[in-house]
Every structure is written in structure tokens, then in C-alpha cells.
């Protein structure tokens, strides 16, 4: 599996995780039959997961005039993906992950969602530097 199908089927996976709060290996399988699930798609969903928290109060820290539980769930999931992605896949340059997240963005979201993710991630990233 590509890494941009891969991240596509993770952000569907953390946004039924976030809206319905089904378990993560279910949310996995509904976007991935079994013999197509890659280690990376289990290691985003399952990180995003595991560091939610965390991601959550990194995006808390950037947003201005906004809350976490504002941002549209699709949103908020790229968003968690996105830092998750930089803050623990080392060997994923962070431009790659922006430039992903951006299209995500343009993907599942409406017009303006890209220029919004890419204002919290441009913050973001100079917090992890």
C-alpha cells in the first residue's frame, strides 16, 4: 500500500475513532480489509491514538480564537495525524508530512480547511524544531 493511501485510510480510521469512539482495530478494519492493512496505516492510527492527548495539547497551544472541539472532526483527525506523523515518524521529513496533511485537507475537507491546517502545522513544526 502507498503511504498517501495509507494516510488517507488513517485519517478515515482516527475520524470513526473520534466521532463514534469505536476501538482502533475496528476502525482499522472498516477502511482496510484484513490482508490490506500495512504496518505504517496500523502505526498512525495506533500512535495517533496512544499520543492523543498529547497531539491535543500541541494543536490547543496554535489555535487562535478557536477550541480543539470547534474544528470540524476531519479536521481535527488530519490535524492529529499530521503531528503525530512529524513528532514520532523519524524518517518522514516534516515538509512530506505538511504537504500530505495539506492534501488530505484539500481531499476530505472543504476549501478553506487547507490553509487552516497548514497555519497550525507551520506552528507546530517550529515547536518540535
Given at each position: 500500500m502507498k503511504r498517501r493511501t495509507a494516510r488517507e485510510k488513517a485519517l478515515q480510521a482516527v475520524f470513526q475513532y473520534d466521532l463514534g469512539q469505536i476501538e482502533p482495530a475496528e476502525a482499522i478494519q472498516n477502511v482496510a480489509?484484513?490482508?490490506?492493512?500495512?504496518?505504517?496505516?496500523?502505526?498512525?492510527?495506533l500512535g495517533t491514538v496512544e499520543h492523543k492527548e498529547e497531539i491535543d495539547a500541541m494543536i490547543r497551544t496554535h489555535l487562535e480564537k478557536w477550541t480543539l472541539e470547534r474544528v470540524s472532526t476531519v479536521d481535527r483527525s488530519i490535524l492529529r495525524l499530521a503531528i503525530y506523523e512529524m513528532k514520532y515518524e523519524q524518517?518522514?521529513?516534516?515538509?512530506?508530512?505538511?504537504?500530505?496533511?495539506i492534501e488530505l485537507a484539500k481531499k476530505f475537507s472543504d476549501?478553506?480547511?487547507?490553509?487552516?491546517?497548514?497555519?497550525?502545522?507551520?506552528?507546530?513544526v517550529m515547536d518540535l524544531s
Open positions: 480489509p484484513q490482508q490490506e492493512v500495512d504496518s505504517f496505516l496500523q502505526r498512525l492510527v524518517d518522514i521529513p516534516t515538509s512530506v508530512t505538511l504537504n500530505e496533511a476549501e478553506q480547511a487547507s490553509r487552516f491546517i497548514n497555519g497550525v502545522l507551520s506552528k507546530v
